[in-house]
């Protein structure tokens, strides 16, 4: 027996390759958003494997250090390192920000770390290039997305830094990749301003005179010393001892240190619960309705080109075909259909992936899941081409 | 000839499926989990690297003197401009005296006045030993009568009386005079209090130097220790350098230095480190130490420049050493990749000391010869497999 | 008159009712027919004679009312089928050739042929020997590798009827075989009938009003609200 589903597709093959084809793009499409949103939660999840931390210990009521801004005396960590289970504890700074590098800037995230050596918390895990901060001031780890390279000069605030190192896939929870710099300068950028507002702070204070008593000569000299020094980060970075619970770590810092403390669950849940969601949702009904769409129309395209060949059916028919066999013929154009469409889809999909501007995530199980959900549709859709097929009355053949 | 126009079909439709298929098996492999994670290795040698350490300073002047009155006042004049230099000794301004050239007057009238009490008192010292003298001869002439009974009881009686009076008019005067003595003292020393008060209004450079800062000018009212005039030695410049607590162990005087001015980018000055302050930072959490200059730049760069210093220290014996980069966090341990029969084994390891290019020391764990895994395209695990490529994409050398 | 004991197509008594009650309509109403292997008869009647009627219930495609219908020695109709596979005896009993070529577009003509064979459970490489052997004796084997769109109308045709001879059914029912073609043309196509109905024994109704071709025919069935009349044909020998 020959296969009339295959006679079919070689003898029209121009026609089902381009049906494929365009199938594909669709299916393309789809897939790319699936990977959209696997990106936005991946960049979440990222952001909080990057850190290193098993612990975030920030602002008490706050959701920080990065749903909400938090601010902790940069001593606090001292207290924390002291507590029973705390192997090591580290400051850290977020602020995202511009960063200036010759004529153009980048969007970037800004990330305060203590300068102590590899695989202290904060610090970027595995580089690509360069090496990591060695000195106490102005250098800088780049990520590789905010399109730096070795031995650039950028800027930050008033401060010029040297990029040593470049890290991949370094990137905050909304996408824009993190620049690494030690953490008294990043304190510096985050609450100090630019020399003219400098001036103008220090003009301020000047002219007021509960600051600028001329009884006391130092008062002057002594308040703008301390305006200009910042004492504050936004959240301590806490690994545990191998064989502490970090819950049961965070308890007793909670308690009575008056702080809040979030363990990687939690600021998971923070991150992808709070933070992503309303985009996370927005994509996810985007996805949903795709792929109905998609489903539609593939289940045209079906139906129309089964109903291409009514006639050609009903001869079969008349003939002597059973109804199985032109099921089968059918159905299997349908899957074949699916198949091309979704190795078009998947190959296009992972070849326009890179140039989306934040990351797609392309799951090898959502991929899977696509070609199972493309074979079901394409099932599906076959099923009502083949009712209308069968349908088909053979002494329509006959005339008359 | 029966399967020729078959074939060209097939042959078209294969044209088309077969490169399809070839790519879908490329993106898989590429990029699925099949996929295998490129990386660079380098070979870890036994090396002796010298640590630096690396600061950042302001320029500051060993000694600034700050010069001012000692009493509250109003500022008459300021001799000197920024950056005038002073020899010692000086004259830098004058404080307004007000009333204290009047009150020096009367001062001076008061001990001339004193001086003319003396005197007097003096004539009167001599009046009353004059009276004295003759008083006592007196008596002793009338004692002498008395003997020989030429004169009365009495008239002896009324000669000593006399005698005592004159005595004690003596005494009186000579403590008359003292008295005129110390009070000519008095008012001499008072005014000498005015002249060195008046002094005092004088400000002058203590040493030689440069003039530094000019806080107040002529007319300004000051209040008592407040700088009018800072006067720093050019000579004296050294930098106060902050280094972080985390890497100063062997830090000590005496280690020379590279010093980089801010604003003199491109030229690195030899120095050496002068000492190391006993009191850290608590708060920031550094360690200061004084920096010298070997020799003092050509354009003196003003106090409060910033400078980047790197102290070197002495080379390290050889160990085994990797790019910090190598080094990474898993599990809670330090340790690096290693390629092990073109495997992946994680290796823990205890560090030794840095060098500011970022080569770290090994002290144990690691053997010199082992591959070690320094870039990853993604983050390692025990199961990642991994290719071993010249470079990165995306990075340019 | 061949010997009919056993061979060719009988119809008895055939009827067929269309709907129920007050609406109903009978469209045959007792037809009586025979043809015998090798004859090639004319089913004449004007429309909405029971003419498409009685094709489609030779053709078992639809059910009859009542009657008989009996196809060699297998009786497979008896006021209800006899068989219990429909497709089965269309397949291996009954040809069709019709008004259009009817063939399978994306098969080339050997397979569009061979296909019957093959449904019928026969091994692809024989199914194509004997298409293969009919194409040559309609005088199309030159065309075997063609697709059906590349033949003429008249090889169309000759496909198409080659088709409905490969699996040797008894009976092959022929619906307007010569409509569209020129009498030339047409009357070659009755004579490639009479000739094949002879060689493999086959008995040939063939429904047309074409007035070229009915004065080939032997015999003639007229059919008439719903009852046919048989008359002798003319016979003409062909040219």
Excluded at chain 1, 359 to 364: D, G, H, K, N, R
Excluded at chain 2, 120 to 136: D, I, L
Excluded at chain 2, 286 to 297: G, H, N, Q, S
Excluded at chain 3, 28 to 46: F, H, N, R, S, T
Aim: hydrophobic share 45%.
């Amino acid at each position: 027996m020959i296969s009339l589903a295959g006679r079919d597709i070689l003898h029209s093959w121009g026609k089902f390759v381009f049906t494929g084809v365009g199938l594909g793009l669709l299916i393309g499409v789809t897939l790319t958003m699936a990977g959209v949103y696997r990106g936005m939660v991946d960049d979440a999840k990222v952001l909080l494997d990057n850190s290193g931390a098993d612990l975030w210990v920030v602002q008490q009521d706050t959701l920080g250090p990065y749903a909400e801004p938090s601010s902790l005396y940069d001593d606090v960590y001292r207290t924390i390192l002291g507590m029973p289970g705390v192997d090591r504890a580290a400051n850290v700074t977020y602020l995202t920000m511009q960063v200036r590098q010759g004529e153009r800037d980048v969007r970037a995230m800004v990330v305060g770390v203590v300068p102590g050596g590899p695989g202290e918390p904060g610090q970027p895990g595995y580089l690509i290039a360069g090496r990591q901060i060695t000195r106490g001031h102005y250098e800088a780890v780049a990520d590789i997305a905010t399109g730096f390279k070795l031995g650039e000069r950028i800027q930050i605030r008033r401060n010029h830094y040297a990029v040593v190192g470049l890290t991949r896939r370094m990137v905050s929870s909304g996408g824009d990749p993190m620049v690494f710099i030690p953490l008294k300068d990043a304190q510096e950028a985050q609450f100090l301003k630019d020399n003219d507002a400098i001036a103008q702070q220090r003009r301020r204070t000047a002219s007021n005179p509960a600051f600028n008593r001329p009884g006391t000569p130092g008062l002057l000299d002594a308040v703008l010393a301390s305006q200009s020094v910042n004492p504050y980060i936004n959240a301590v970075l806490v690994q545990v001892k191998p064989g502490f619970i970090p819950e049961e770590v965070a308890e007793p810092i909670r308690r009575w240190k008056r702080l809040q403390v979030y363990t990687r669950a939690q600021m998971e849940e923070i991150l992808i619960g709070k933070l992503i969601s309303t985009a996370a949702k927005q994509i996810g009904m985007f996805l949903v309705i795709l792929a109905i769409v998609s489903a539609a129309i593939v289940a045209f395209i079906i139906y129309t080109l089964t109903l291409g060949k009514i006639r050609e059916i009903a001869v079969l028919k008349l003939i002597g075909t059973r109804n199985r066999t032109i099921a089968w013929m059918i159905m299997q154009q349908a899957l074949g259909l699916g198949l091309i469409g979704f190795v078009v889809g998947k190959i296009s999909a992972t070849f326009w992936a890179p140039i989306f501007p934040k990351y797609v995530l392309l799951e090898p199980g959502d991929a899977l899941l696509g070609f199972a959900g493309v074979q079901v549709i394409c099932a599906l859709a076959s099923v009502l081409a083949i009712r209308a097929a069968l349908k088909v009355d053979p002494a329509e053949a006959i005339g008359g | 000839m029966k399967f020729l126009s078959i074939n060209r079909r097939m042959l078209a439709l294969l044209a088309v499926v077969l490169p399809l298929l070839a790519l879908l098996i490329y993106v898989a492999l590429r990029s699925g989990p099949f996929a295998s994670i490129p990386v660079t290795v380098t070979t870890a040698e036994s090396r002796s690297i010298a640590p630096s350490l690396f600061g950042i300073g302001t320029v500051e002047a060993r000694y600034t003197y700050r010069i001012g009155p000692t009493v509250a006042g109003r500022i008459k004049r300021v001799e000197v401009q920024v950056g005038d230099r002073v020899e010692a000794g000086q004259l830098l301004g004058e404080m307004d005296p007000v009333d204290l050239d009047d009150r020096i007057a009367s001062q001076d009238a008061a001990v001339k006045r004193a001086e003319s009490v003396v005197l007097a008192a003096g004539a009167q010292v001599r009046e009353a030993s004059a009276r004295k003298s003759y008083a006592e001869n007196q008596a002793s002439r009338y004692e002498q009568l008395l003997h020989a009974r030429s004169v009365s009881e009495e008239a002896v009686e009324g000669k000593r009386q006399e005698r005592q009076v004159t005595e004690a008019g003596f005494a009186a005067a000579r403590a008359n005079l003292d008295a005129a003595r110390q009070e000519l003292a008095r008012v001499r020393s008072d005014r000498e209090g005015l002249i060195q008060q008046r002094a005092n209004l004088r400000l002058i450079a203590p040493v030689r130097g440069l003039v530094a800062a000019r806080n107040a000018d002529p007319g300004t009212t000051v209040v008592a220790g407040q700088s009018v005039v800072e006067v720093i030695d050019p000579a004296s410049l050294w930098i106060n350098v902050r280094f972080d607590q985390l890497r100063v162990s062997g830090l000590r005087a005496g280690l020379p230095v590279q010093i980089v001015l801010r604003s003199q980018e491109g030229i690195r000055f030899a120095g050496r480190v002068l000492r190391l302050e006993p009191i850290a930072d608590a708060v920031t959490e550094e360690t200061m130490a004084k920096v010298t200059f070997d020799a003092l730049p050509e354009r003196l760069p003003p106090v409060g420049e910033l400078a980047e210093v790197t102290v070197a220290m002495s080379a390290l014996p050889a160990t085994p050493v990797v790019p910090n980069a190598s080094v990474q966090r898993v599990d809670g341990r330090l340790g690096v990749w290693l390629i092990v029969e073109d495997k992946l084994r994680f290796a823990p390891i205890n560090l030794g000391a840095t060098d500011l290019d970022g080569r770290v020391q090994i002290l144990d764990g690691l053997k010199a010869d082992e591959r070690v895994v320094v870039y990853s395209q993604r983050a390692l695990g025990p199961r990642s497999r991994v290719k071993v490529v010249e470079r990165l994409e995306g990075v340019s050398p | 008159m061949a010997d009919m004991a056993g061979k060719g197509i009988r119809i008895e008594g055939l009827r067929k009712r269309y709907g129920k009650g007050d609406t109903a309509l009978d469209a045959l109403k007792g037809v009586d027919m025979q043809v015998a292997p090798g004859e090639v008869v004319g089913l004449i009647g004007p429309s909405g004679s029971g003419k498409s009627t009685l094709l489609k219930c030779l053709g078992a495609v639809i059910e009859p009312t009542a009657g008989r219908m009996t196809l060699g020695e297998e009786v497979i109709y008896d006021n209800g089928w006899k068989m219990p596979d429909l497709r089965a005896l269309r397949r291996d009993r009954i040809g069709f050739v019709f008004q259009a070529p009817y063939l399978i577009p994306f098969l080339d003509v050997t397979d569009n042929v061979a296909l019957l064979p093959m449904l019928a459970g026969r091994a692809n490489a024989e199914s194509r020997k004997r298409a293969l052997s009919l194409l040559e004796a309609l005088d199309v084997a030159h065309r075997a590798k063609a697709m059906p769109s590349q033949l003429s109308g008249g090889e169309q045709q000759r496909v198409s009827i080659a088709r409905a001879l490969v699996n040797r059914p008894p009976v092959i029912l022929a619906d307007e075989p010569t409509a569209p073609l020129d009498s030339e043309r047409a009357l070659a196509v009755i004579r490639i009938l009479n000739q094949m109905a002879l060689q493999y024994e086959t008995a040939i109704i063939v429904v047309t009003h074409d007035e070229k071709i009915i004065p080939t025919f032997k015999r003639i069935y007229h059919i008439r609200d719903g009852k046919t009349q048989e008359e002798a044909g003319e016979g003409r020998a062909f040219e």
